[in-house]
Structure formats: C-alpha cells, structure tokens
C-alpha cells in the first residue's frame, strides 16, 4: 500500500459546507462547522469534482487552491526546500497525483482535517 493510500474498509468524507475531511464512518454532523449528514460527499467522489491547482506566488513558493471551491477554502502554500518541499496548510481538496513533500505544517489545528 503506497503511502496515499487508505486501507480498503476506510471511507473518507469531505464536508461541502466547509471542506473538513472525515476518516472512517460518517458522522451524524460535520465536527467542524455542524452540517448535516446530507452535506457530505465520499472523498474519491470529491476527488472527480475538486482538483487541487496550484499559482506560482515566487520561484520556491506556489499557492494550493481547490477548483471549484471547495468549502471556507484556505490559502495553502507549497514551499520547496533544498532538498524537498513543505505545504503551509493544506487544500481542502485532494488529489492523488499531487507531487508528496517531507512535511505539512498547520497553521490552525482544524486544518488537519483536509491532509
């Protein structure tokens, strides 16, 4: 299993009032902004709709933005390093073929939903 992966019996749920990210069964109300169920799209759905684009904002730094928006949508930022690279929060969408980084620092413990 590569390390994007989840295993077989997770499901993944993002939350289209917000973007929150939800591992494993789904919650009555969204843990974040309180939406109901009915808001909720499986995440390999969300990862047909939303896709994950980036804007150069210098040589080293690029802007990570979901496309459409996706929620209260966050600045995210992708930093490369020397040697690699670092996100600044993360997009509240995902896709698979997003180039991996060494880290992903958070600004706001609730955007660790959506990494």
Not at 4 to 20: A, F, I, S, T
């Amino acid at each position: 299993m590569a390390n994007h992966e989840l295993p077989e019996n997770h499901q993944q749920w993002v939350c289209l009032q917000c973007g929150y990210n939800m591992i494993g069964e789904m919650p009555d109300l969204c843990p974040f902004c309180g939406a109901r169920h009915d808001q909720f799209m499986a995440w390999d759905a969300a990862e047909k709709t939303y896709h994950v684009t980036t804007r150069a904002v210098t040589d080293a730094v690029s802007q990570l933005l979901s496309v459409p928006k996706l929620g209260l949508e966050h600045a995210a930022y992708r930093i490369e390093t020397g040697d690699s690279a670092v996100w600044i929060d993360s997009p509240s969408a995902f896709n698979r073929n997003l180039a991996p980084v060494q880290s992903i620092l958070f600004t706001h413990h609730h955007f660790l939903g959506a990494s």
